[in-house]
């Protein structure tokens, strides 16, 4: 009897190495490598061109795939090249890759956040007459459309309602200054916003593909050798970018609406 304990306990022994040494190999993939997944940023922003890229580098032969916020696949199973890939995200928000063996027996999820673009510029255009602008930052974001979200401008209105649901919205922070010898109005003087496309966004006939809106339109003089900070909110039903933001300038007025000086196009250095 004593015996036959002595040998139920050294099976059990057995029993138990085997399970441990069997979870050990099958934790690893068909090389007998510990399976390893690593991605290069936890945290990334976005750029100008609307997406985030992050580098997934695990065991040769890995594959991944790409969950949102919700658990819902959004890129199903790739493989990656000598376990190395780019994983390439178009919009913001929490996300989680799922990297697998070669084999099936191991898996590793990876979290990663994506936020929306955003940059100081702080640079200065040429001038145009006696205007010039210095970008100070620029912000970019995919928005609902909304009440909350609607610029407060009565101009934008129309156009506002004829956008998506979801639109693309970019503001930038400047300062426009005055070089000249007279006072120049901001109710006669216009400036349009223009993105890297040439595509003008009009803040006095906004449409649906190209809606500007600036705090500084409509507001009291810009004297002379004097300068004013405002905000152009850019509003479009398509992706846009402003890396070589340009101001077309129209015949610069006085607040009677007499001539001082031809406008043209202030353009970033």
Known sequence: MKKKSIWIAILVVVLVIAAIVGTIFYRRDSNGKPFKASLSHENVMMTPDWNATVRLKANNGATYRVLNSDKKVIQGTHKTTKGKANIVLTKTGDYTVVAKSDNGHVSRK????????????????????????????????????????????????????????????????????????????????????????????????????????????????????????????????????????????????????????????????
Do not use: C
């Not at 930052?137 to 609902?144: G, K």
């Open 110 to 269: 990876l979290p990663v956040k994506v936020t929306h673009y955003k940059a100081n510029i702080n640079k200065w255009t040429n001038a145009a007459g006696p205007l010039k602008f210095k970008i100070t930052s620029v912000d970019y974001q995919e928005l609902a459309k909304s009440k909350k979200n609607k610029p407060d401008d009565s101009l934008v209105d129309a156009a506002y309602k004829q956008l998506n649901n979801h639109y693309y919205q970019i503001k930038v922070n400047y300062i426009v200054k005055n070089d000249g010898k007279k006072a120049v109005s901001p109710e006669y003087t216009f400036w349009n916003p223009e993105d890297d496309e040439g595509q003008e966004f009009s803040t006095q006939s906004p449409t649906p593909e190209a809606i500007a809106s600036d705090t500084i339109v409509g507001t009291e003089d810009i004297g002379a050798h004097s300068s004013r900070a405002g905000t152009v909110t850019m509003l479009s039903n398509n992706k846009f970018s402003v890396k070589h933001l340009k101001f077309s300038v129209g015949e610069i007025l006085d607040n009677g609406g007499e001539h001082i000086a031809k406008g043209g196009i202030a353009k970033l250095k």
